[in-house]
């Protein structure tokens, strides 16, 4: 029991953070190219009780990837309908890059204090820091990835749909409803996480956390090693 509200205080507040700031940076892009829906809504705010889809954030905190609740956007109100579909759908995994440097930048700071000695208030200071921030530079640099991936309902599908002409983007829109299935099957029924995706993010990772990287290899094992 004491081991899960470790975790559990490790990743709680990065995890919520990265599909807020996810959702709401949907919002945001919708709301500068026309559409206003998400303000209307109420979900251009940072209260992740807007925002949380109960069986995502559950994966998020088992799985180390989930989802919210997605930011409606009417399309009919854009001003270049496919151009800013594609910017509102880059804008999620854009905001979980940009969080990801921060929470890079986090770790160092926070690597500055856990030299202190072993007794010191700064010590007891910069260690949640820095697994929280180890945490949340894993998480968002998952969910940056993995929402790239070309598959409706994921942004880089909606990306792909945009790109593609009509007929083509007619076909790919058939494949949305079938589109968690297939990303399940894809992430647990093939190689292609361990295989490609698991040393992406790694690599994307250990680039961003520099000589920290050790903390986030860590933290990941502390948490999802069992």
């Not at 209307?40 to 949380?52: C, E, I, V």
């Not at 309908?81 to 759908?89: F, H, K, P």
């Not at 945009?162 to 299935?181: C, S």
Request: charge should be neutral; aromatic fraction near 8%.
């Amino acid at each position: 029991m004491h081991d899960f509200f470790l975790k559990l205080s490790i990743m709680l507040v990065p995890a919520l953070l990265a599909v807020t700031v996810h959702e709401v940076a949907h919002g945001y892009a919708a709301e500068r190219c026309g559409d206003p829906t998400a303000r209307l809504l109420g979900r251009l705010t940072l209260n992740p009780l807007r925002h949380l889809d109960p069986i995502g954030t559950l994966a998020l905190l088992l799985l180390g990837f989930g989802w919210a609740r997605a930011v409606p956007v009417n399309p009919g109100n854009l001003r270049r309908t496919r151009v800013d579909m594609i910017l509102v759908a880059l804008a999620g995994p854009g905001a979980n890059l940009a969080l990801a440097i921060f929470c890079a930048l986090c770790l160092r700071w926070g690597a500055a204090f856990t030299d202190a000695p072993a007794d010191s208030q700064a010590l007891a200071f910069g260690e949640p820091i820095s697994l929280m921030a180890a945490f949340g530079l894993y998480v968002n640099v998952i969910l940056a990835l993995f929402n790239l991936l070309p598959i409706p309902p994921l942004d880089g599908g909606r990306v792909l749909i945009n790109v593609l002409p009509e007929q083509l983007a007619a076909i790919l829109r058939r494949v949305e409803p079938f589109g968690l299935l297939l990303i399940v099957f894809l992430v647990f029924g093939t190689s292609i996480w361990s295989a490609f995706f698991a040393p992406l993010v790694f690599g994307i990772v250990a680039l961003l956390a520099g000589p920290e990287v050790d903390v986030v290899l860590r933290t990941v094992q502390l948490l999802f090693g069992g």
